[in-house]
């Protein structure tokens, strides 16, 4: 069975604090991403890597910076977190582009709270 | 430009009834694939159906069912026989043949009534 784990379901942080979300698949696969997801906005996305040590930056990544160490990993990270970034975030992972009719797998999802 | 659009912030159907959530799709990529998903209140995001933009046939999975129309750009998903647990949010997607990149649209909440 298919797996995405993400590292805590709920997270309450405080203003400036360094914040860590990790993301960990077991599918071997090459794609993963990490959205934002706020009431009526839907999912947005932060970044995604298409390969260990690749990123490539999504349509909202101001004040997140991403990992991959290693292919299973991908781990999120708030610099200096704020209030503005409290939300919902969601992890995924997906074969390569050469297939459009792979689906994305995601993560339970960690609903952070920055005070 | 890849864009996903639900019309339907919020839906109502009676159980055991018929729903249709709406889904249009604008992109200039000739190869896509369009996807569904359910997101329940416990917040993970469950894959529904697939339809590709060259299969001939609407794409079925057991009570849900695509109803894909490409000149007109819109991917409907239809649940039939509607249950109290399809209480939820449903997203639309896409994704380019070319690139790795998926599009959400903004979702459509719906409610099963007894």
């Known amino acids: 069975d298919v797996k995405v784990t993400q590292s805590s379901r709920y997270l309450v942080k405080r203003t400036g604090e360094k914040v860590f979300l990790e993301c960990v698949q077991d599918?071997?696969?090459?794609?993963m991403f990490w959205y934002r997801q706020d009431p009526g906005l839907g999912l947005r996305l932060i970044y995604f890597?298409?390969?260990?040590?690749?990123?490539e930056k999504g349509d909202i990544p101001e004040g997140y910076s991403v990992s991959r160490e290693k292919k299973e990993r991908f781990s999120l990270i708030l610099e200096s977190a704020s209030t503005n970034q409290t939300s919902m975030y969601l992890c995924?992972?997906?074969?390569?582009?050469?297939?459009?009719?792979?689906?994305?797998?995601f993560g339970p999802g960690t609903r952070l709270t920055v005070l | 430009a890849q864009k996903i659009t639900q019309t339907q912030p919020g839906m109502f159907v009676q159980e055991k009834e018929a729903v249709t959530l709406d889904c249009t799709y604008d992109?200039?990529?000739?190869?896509?694939?369009l996807f569904w998903y359910k997101q329940p209140s416990s917040g993970e995001m469950i894959f529904l159906i697939y339809?590709?933009?060259?299969?001939?046939q609407n794409a079925t999975e057991g009570r849900y069912s695509l109803n894909f129309q490409k000149a007109r750009k819109s991917a409907n998903l239809v649940i039939s026989a509607s249950q109290l647990g399809d209480s939820a949010m449903y997203f639309c997607?896409?994704?380019?043949?070319?690139?790795?990149?998926?599009?959400f649209g903004t979702g459509t909440s719906l409610t099963v009534i007894p």
């Open positions: 339809q590709g933009s060259y299969d001939q």
């Open positions: 599918m071997d696969h090459e794609n």
């Open positions: 997607a896409m994704r380019p043949h070319t690139g790795n990149q998926f599009y």
């Open positions: 890597s298409y390969d260990v040590k690749m990123k």
């Open positions: 995924a992972s997906s074969s390569p582009g050469s297939a459009s009719t792979d689906t994305q797998y």
């Open positions: 992109t200039s990529d000739p190869s896509y694939g």
